[in-house]
């Protein structure tokens, strides 16, 4: 299976500051048809995982563009610019380019 | 609008079993490929089946493979997750999720496996 590390586990952030989560897989997520399957989600607490961003760097309808994804094979970041308090909660990656998916270990995002 | 809208769940014996059900609705359901993805309490996210749209593929995690069986029906818009010989580490809300994209999570449905 593709082991996807996250880091950090978790970030005391203040209002307004930028943050960049790593996202590292142990194999390439460039697929055969060339696209390369890396997710990101957030949880926000109670509620269930919203997507944020997909193929690295394309962003969900609605999503600020205060988030970023960028990164290829195995080395993948997303960066938020000037946090807002509904940033926080945990952010997860994801890979689909293998089966099984495999998710990161999440990165909880907290304020300072 | 997309909706999934899991049920089921509840508190189970260690042993027994338990089917989870997703209706779909807002989108073609016989078109998607669908998942079934579940938090433990105070954990992360685990991928637990994957079923293409017209029930051709079903592919599982190690966890689960042998004692739980995706399915789903067309003509309902409804996904399956059948569970059996359950542990308590499959204590979980499990989430049913649309598609290779993972954009659509239902509520999610809680179970519990506690004697």
């Known amino acids: 299976d593709v082991v996807m590390t996250q880091t950090p586990p978790s970030l005391s952030v203040a209002i307004g500051q930028s943050v960049s989560i790593s996202c590292k897989s142990s194999q390439s997520l460039v697929a055969s048809d060339k696209n390369t399957y890396l997710n990101w989600l957030l949880q926000s607490p109670g509620r269930s995982p919203k997507r944020l961003i997909y193929q690295v760097s394309k962003l969900d309808s609605g999503v600020p563009d205060r988030f970023s994804g960028s990164g290829s094979e195995k080395d993948f970041t997303l960066k938020i610019s000037r946090v807002e308090a509904e940033d926080l909660g945990v952010y997860y990656c994801?890979?689909?380019?293998?089966?099984?998916?495999?998710f990161g270990g999440g990165t909880k995002l907290e304020l300072k | 609008e997309v909706q999934l809208v899991e049920s089921g769940g509840g508190l189970v014996k260690p042993g027994s079993s338990l089917k989870l059900s997703c209706v779909a609705s807002g989108f073609t359901f016989s078109s998607y490929g669908m998942h079934w993805i579940r938090q433990a309490p105070k954990k992360g996210l685990e991928w637990i089946a994957l079923i293409y749209y017209d029930s051709s593929n079903k592919y599982y995690a190690d966890s689960v493979k042998g004692r739980f069986t995706i399915s789903r029906d067309n003509s309902k818009n409804t996904l399956y997750l059948e569970m059996n010989s359950l542990r308590s580490e499959d204590t979980a809300m499990y989430y049913c999720v649309r598609g290779a994209g993972f954009a659509y999570w239902g509520q999610g449905t809680l179970v519990t496996v506690s004697s």
């Open positions: 994801l890979q689909g380019t293998h089966l099984p998916q495999t």
